[in-house]
């Protein structure tokens, strides 16, 4: 149940939060977001000299980790705040390779409003659509920006066809370029009908003047077009029309503004950031149209009245309802980022971790630029700055004492490959799971430091990143790390070596595969042991079921037990145990997943019960029934798309064919052709290497996962007889 209790907010207090945009700039790989930003942050004076991503520079601002430059690509998101139009922006920018789509799922959770950056040439690419889908788990309005205009091939209308065909968006278009590829020169606004030039070695003075009379007619086409799909969902607008009357510009950017918060369309404006192009008038359209905190209306769940919905009211004066999305650990202690919803967080005021109630006194607060830090006293409803030495997990909600709210938390994405990692030189044990002092363990001194070091990066990476998994493999003894993609994992064993000075070795990548039986099946375990003193002794019945494919949720424990047949006490003992047995699968050890343990019936002892025993009579239980489910091993699937020259076309389909792959779709664009594929994901170890040499270094893909799915009977048997021959080598 809802309860929408907001009280009005005072004038001068609703003026501040008003003038305050929380955006994030999100992407495609290599679509322009990072250069557009460092645009941002010049033309609104935060810094005074442009960088570029790649190039000999200094590197692009928001791009501040060294890996990052080095690299030309955005790994970790970046905040900062600047002011445009007297408006607060804060803005972040997030990576567009699908491996840290992390960094985008957390920040859009937080922002109130979003830059969908599309390149003029290809436009909605595999990544658009990811972002999309995004962005419309969390409600958020968007702008299109169609970037790199002056590249050859640019086409703006196709990129805006591709939005309504691909997306689904209503795109509204409110410029039209002047000029294209090496001839673009600026943008016409549609909205005042006047054309904008950026002149000046960097694009920083904006003429604004009349429209070209060569281009009036376009431009004339292009605003009725404009006012057409506007008024299709505006009354207003509509009347105004009919009456034969031109809206003014105030009346126009207020229809806009609401249509945009209200998710009803999504107005597209263009130019090309690398050469100044558009950057300031998507500035001015963040203010105009993108909403401020007080535009949304966000929801806790009030766990002290059974988790019922509360409507939070970005009051300054309301207790305190804050989100802690994003950790980095530091040498001086954990930085925060957080978005205050309600309330204010102010320096050594009390607050509590709603997940463990734990009293936190806040620390420094700072403002974030890229890697630079500027103290602030407190930071109000609506507001996005870090705390400094806060103690949690990335997505806890902190609160005033009064209250004991949840936020909603962050989706992360399956973990379905691993790598097995060690120290250089030592042999494959497992540093987390050692627990024995160098000393003693035979090692040399440097190897047990060596050790330390990666405990303590793992352990870091594990805490700042839910995408990341270390576990000890019981069988080999190994450390085996898991995330969502090769390029992930590749910059976490680089950063260990760069940040915590630790060579380490690692595996071949693997696929975290899955288990899943496929047909009911009935258990009937009696767990009894007689030794001696007092006894075990736990009996369970029921069933195991599959669950559908599109489950919410990978395990059910439903008790239908009878009459106390089995002691109350007992049953979380039961749904531990199948939890336990779950885990490590009893065909080939990877984790159970779509499956439903029902209890029904049992017996105990008056004396000789216990959780222990209970425990151990489901663990075996579950084994029972598992073998006579027919269980079947589960493949990651990935969603693959590939970009190649025309004249690949054939042989990178039939390269993909032959790996397993089907083939969803190509779609060809002047030369370039598109292929849409679903292709396991253990047949694409390599592939970047691959795709490479037989493109000459023309072809380019993503991939991210789609679904698990059952592999073919004789990949099924391979996998099953390696984790049995494994076992056998461990022992
Ligand atoms: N021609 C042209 N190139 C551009 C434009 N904007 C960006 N680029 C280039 O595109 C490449 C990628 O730019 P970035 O800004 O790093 O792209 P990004 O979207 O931040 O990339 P990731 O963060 O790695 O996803 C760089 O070489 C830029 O110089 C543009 O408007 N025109
Ligand atoms: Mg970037």
């Known amino acids: 149940m809802r309860q929408d209790g907001a009280k009005p907010l005072k004038m001068t207090t609703m003026n501040a939060i008003q003038k305050i945009r929380n955006i994030g700039i999100s992407a495609h790989i290599d679509s322009g977001k990072t250069t557009l930003s460092e645009r941002v942050l010049y033309y609104s004076g935060r810094i005074h000299k442009m960088g570029e991503v790649k190039g000999d520079g200094d590197g692009a601002t928001m791009d501040h980790m060294e890996l990052e430059k080095e690299r030309g690509i955005t790994i970790t998101a970046a905040a900062t705040t600047v002011t445009w139009l007297d408006h607060q922006i804060n803005l972040i920018d997030t990576p567009g390779h699908v491996d840290f789509t992390i960094e985008v799922e957390r920040s859009l959770r937080v922002l109130d409003g979003a830059i969908l950056v599309l390149c003029g040439v290809a436009g909605v690419q595999s990544q658009s659509l990811t972002v999309d889908r995004q962005m419309r788990r969390y409600n958020v309005p968007r702008l299109a920006f169609i970037n790199k205009l ?41 909205v005042t009908m006047e ?86 008038p998507l500035l001015d359209a963040v203010v105009h ?12 769940r009030d766990n002290d009245n059974d988790g019922a919905e509360v409507a939070m009211t970005a009051d300054p004066d309301a207790p305190l309802v804050a989100m802690a999305f994003k950790l980095v650990e530091e040498s001086f202690g954990q930085l925060t980022y957080t978005r205050v919803y309600q309330g204010t967080l102010r320096r050594s005021d009390s607050i509590r971790n709603t997940r463990d109630r734990k009293t936190h006194r806040v620390g420094r607060i700072v403002r974030m630029h890229a890697n630079q830090r500027q103290d602030v006293a407190e930071a109000a409803a609506g507001d996005i700055v870090a705390l400094i030495g806060a103690d949690c997990a990335s997505g806890d909600t902190f609160c005033d004492d009064r209250l004991n709210y949840s936020l909603e938390s962050i989706h992360a994405a399956e973990p379905v490959i691993s790598l097995a990692i060690r120290p250089k030189g030592s042999a494959g044990v497992s540093p987390a799971r050692s627990g024995v002092s160098p000393a003693r363990s035979g090692v040399s001194p440097a190897k047990g430091a060596d050790r330390d070091k990666l405990a303590k990066a793992l352990q870091r ?6 995408t990341f998994h270390v576990r000890g493999d019981p069988e080999s003894g190994e450390t085996i790390i898991s995330g969502v993609g090769e ?33 009911p099946a009935q258990f009937n375990y009696k767990h009894k042991k007689q030794t001696g003193g007092a006894g075990q002794y736990a009996h369970v019945i029921g069933t195991l079921e599959p669950l559908p494919e599109n489950a919410a949720a990978d395990y059910v424990f439903e008790n239908k037990v009878h009459g106390g047949r089995i002691p109350t006490e007992y049953i979380p003992s039961c749904d531990k145990g199948f939890q336990a047995a779950r885990m490590n699968g009893p065909l080939a050890g990877y984790p159970v997943i779509r499956v439903k343990m029902i209890l029904e019936d049992g017996t105990s002892h008056a004396v000789d019960s216990s959780d222990l025993a209970f425990q151990i009579a489901a663990r075996e239980a579950f084994k029972q029934a598992y073998l006579q489910s027919s269980p079947a091993i589960l493949e990651p699937i990935m969603r693959v798309e590939v970009e190649v020259p025309g004249e690949h076309q054939g042989p990178v389909v039939g390269d993909l064919v032959s790996r397993r792959g089907l083939i969803a779709g190509t779609d060809v664009r002047d030369d370039v052709t598109v292929i849409q594929a679903e292709v396991p994901l253990a047949a694409m170890f390599g592939y970047a290497t691959e795709l490479r040499s037989a493109t000459q270094g023309r072809g380019t893909f993503s991939m991210e996962f789609a679904g698990y799915r059952p592999a073919p009977r004789d990949v099924q048997e391979e996998i099953i007889e390696k984790a049995h021959r494994e076992k056998q080598a461990a022992r």
């Open 289 to 300: 149209y993108l909403p401020s905190p007080l535009d949304r209306i966000y929801y806790a």
């Open 150 to 190: 002056d590249r050859v091939g640019a086409d703006p209308a196709r990129v805006i066809a591709d939005l309504e065909g691909k997306l689904g968006l209503n795109a509204v278009q409110l410029q039209l370029p002047i000029g294209l590829e090496n001839d673009h020169k600026g943008v016409i606004d549609l």
């Open 195 to 280: 054309a904008n030039y950026f002149d000046g070695e960097t694009g920083q003075n904006v003429r604004r003047e009349p429209i070209p009379q060569a281009l009036q007619e376009e431009a004339d086409r292009g605003r009725a077009g404009m006012l057409d799909a506007l008024s299709l969902y505006d009354d207003e607008l509509m009347e105004l029309m009919l009456e034969g009357r031109e809206p003014s510009v105030e009346q126009l950017r207020a229809i806009i503004r609401r249509l945009t918060i209200g998710r009803e369309i999504v107005p597209v404006l263009m130019g090309s950031a690398f050469r100044n192009k558009g950057v300031q």
């Open 461 to 466: 990476f594990v805490r700042e990143d839910p």
């Open 487 to 519: 390029l992930q994992l590749e910059v976490y064993v680089e950063r260990i070596r760069r940040e915590y000075k630790c060579e380490v070795e690692t595996g071949a990548p693997k696929v975290n595969y899955r288990e899943a039986p496929t047909r």
